[in-house]
């Protein structure tokens, strides 16, 4: 399966630090992608870093891709309360790129 | 900004009964999925859908799931013959250029079969 996989499960931390999530895959991927889910809703598209880049950025989300150890990193800097969510990793399904296959994710907790 | 709509948010129904599960895609998205998510754990892909047909399927998706496009606007998935362990949320995404970019997620329809 190509299912990725997220570490740590779960992440508590305090207002201002950062956050970093990791998702290791197994094989070869087109792209990977971050999503958040706030509790009880729908999955929120963050970032997509393909697999010929190395990092990305976002406003305060930074990526970062390493195909040769099949994993990647999603770092949250400077974490506020409102950024308590899941946060999961997918990767395309198969070469032909036609679904995404999501991880089981990283829950964060940030207190104020 | 554009949304993916699913109807309804929450459904209850008996085990053994039918459900269908709407959703509305964005419009000009051309991809269309159905994942669920048992509480607490996993989001699964159960099917994928373009140029009115099924791409792709996961095991999960067996004889008791089908998905139809029945008009220009509507995504459905139907549930025969409901299992206890069918009770999740099942969300619907759309996206415009498959894997090779972001999906957009509608908030989901929770499923409770009793």
């Known amino acids: 399966s190509q299912q990725g996989e997220e570490d740590p499960q779960a992440l508590s931390i305090q207002e201002g630090e950062n956050a970093t999530m990791n998702c290791s895959y197994k094989?070869?991927?087109?792209?990977l992608q971050w999503y958040r889910q706030n509790s009880g809703r729908g999955l929120v598209h963050l970032i997509l870093?393909?697999?010929?880049?190395r990092e990305k950025h976002s406003g305060r989300l930074r990526v970062t891709l390493d195909t040769s150890k099949k994993s990647s990193s999603l770092l949250i800097t400077a974490s506020r309360a409102a950024d308590t969510a899941s946060y999961f990793c997918?990767?395309?399904?198969?070469?032909?790129?036609?679904?995404?296959?999501f991880g089981k994710g990283t829950t964060l907790s940030v207190s104020s | 900004e554009p949304e993916v709509t699913q109807t309804p948010s929450h459904q209850v129904t008996q085990m053994g009964q039918e459900v269908i599960l709407r959703c509305v895609p964005i419009?000009?998205?051309?991809?269309f999925y159905w994942y669920r998510q048992i509480l607490g754990q996993k989001v699964e892909f159960l099917v994928s859908?373009?140029?009115?047909?099924?791409?792709?399927k996961s095991e999960i998706f067996d004889d008791q799931f089908s998905v139809e496009r029945p008009d220009g606007s509507n995504f459905t998935l139907k549930i025969r013959s409901t299992k206890l362990e069918d009770s999740a949320m099942y969300f619907c995404?759309?996206?415009?250029?498959?894997?090779?970019?972001?999906?957009?997620f509608g908030s989901g329809t929770r499923l409770t079969v009793v």
């Open positions: 870093i393909r697999s010929n880049e």
């Open positions: 094989t070869s991927i087109n792209n």
């Open positions: 997918a990767t395309d399904f198969n070469q032909a790129g036609t679904a995404l296959i």
């Open positions: 995404a759309s996206s415009e250029d498959g894997s090779r970019g972001g999906y957009t």
């Open positions: 419009s000009n998205h051309l991809y």
């Open positions: 859908f373009y140029n009115n047909e099924i791409s792709e």
